[in-house]
């Protein structure tokens, strides 16, 4: 198992709980730091760290990834909020270039190494859905593969491996850390006010359907978007 943004958040959540069950896993994360620690806590798994928008991130998974894979997590994404008038080119290109080419060329790379009957989940976000403003940029981002997906499930279904998207919504992780600490908390606050279950998602709950989906549990699950968002697109 394969999954890029694993150093924290919903991807550690999942690496943790699959780590548990005896996994074989290959991880990788931005940080060299959080890197490290998790290599020290998890021995038993490949622990990598790079930049997911340069060439030898990829090399490298793709070398690591080799030895074969049953299920593939695209996680990793960054996230900025800018209104359009003031979104520029280095910020709007390093957003395509993670959130979309990463995953992208990513798949490609491993994908000979994928075996038959393999699972890929994707995270994408509720902000495809919310029209929230000043988010246009991430949630186009994020729509980008949701699209994909799709073409993704039609494209690799006669060698049955089943790709799905998760859509989290308001997930407590530091993914908002590039906010100063008041506006951060109120955009959460009012995301969470917009929930119908009125609180924010764990890493736990998020990773548990990613794991789902990954899983045989799912055998007959392909091309689906999977909510985890306490209703927030529920109308």
Known sequence: MLITGATS?????????????GASLILHGASSDRAAALQDEMPN??????DLADDSSIDTLR???????????????????????????A??????AVNVRGPFRLLGAVLPSLREGASIVVTA????????????????????????????ATELAPRMIRVNTLVPG?????????LDPARRDAFEGAVSAAT??????????????????????ASYVTGSQYAVDGGLTLV
């Open 45 to 50: 798994a490949v622990v990598l760290h790079g």
């Open 196 to 217: 119908p279950l009125r609180r924010p998602g764990t890493p736990d709950e998020a990773a548990a359907v990613a794991l789902f989906l990954l899983s045989d549990d």
């Open 170 to 178: 308001a997930i407590d992780t530091n993914f908002r850390r590039f």
């Open 63 to 89: 070398a690591a990834a080799s030895v074969g894979l049953d299920g593939l997590w695209l996680n990793a994404g960054i996230a900025e909020i800018a209104s359009v008038e003031v979104t520029g080119q």
């Open 91 to 96: 910020v709007f290109d390093r957003l395509m």
């Open 9 to 21: 958040g919903m991807g550690l959540a999942g690496a943790r709980r699959l780590a548990r069950e």
């Open 125 to 152: 976000s509720t902000s495809v859905y919310e029209g929230a403003a000043e988010t246009s940029a991430y949630a186009a981002s994020k729509g980008a593969l949701v699209a994909a997906v799709r073409s993704w």
